[in-house]
């Protein structure tokens, strides 16, 4: 549910100019669809149900923050937005770093 709305606002975001640069180089959709891999194999079953982290770093490669650059901010307010309906929708909790 909330990765399907997560890759509408971003084909609004990058349709134009920018939807033939992501010809051949990572999509913003797979950075998505990683972000949420990785909340999945970390989440936790506390007594307070289950969490997952609330903070995740991504790693882009130089040439894909420059190519990316003129949407950076919109995208990375993007994942955030997919991670807080992931963790709604799954009823999951945001916590803290977990080890």
């Not at 920018?18 to 913003?28: L, V």
């Amino acid at each position: 549910m909330g990765l399907q709305s997560f890759e509408r606002r971003l084909e609004r975001l990058v349709e134009g100019v920018f939807s033939k640069t992501f010809s051949s180089q990572i999509q913003p959709v797979e950075i998505g669809r990683s972000i949420i891999r990785r909340l999945e194999t970390q989440r936790t079953i506390t007594t307070e149900g289950t969490a997952i982290p609330n903070n995740v770093t991504v790693h882009l490669c130089p040439k894909d923050v420059e190519r990316l650059g003129a949407i950076l901010n919109n995208l990375a307010d993007e994942l955030c937005a997919l991670v807080r309906d992931h963790a709604n929708g799954e009823k999951y909790r945001l916590v803290g770093p977990i080890d």
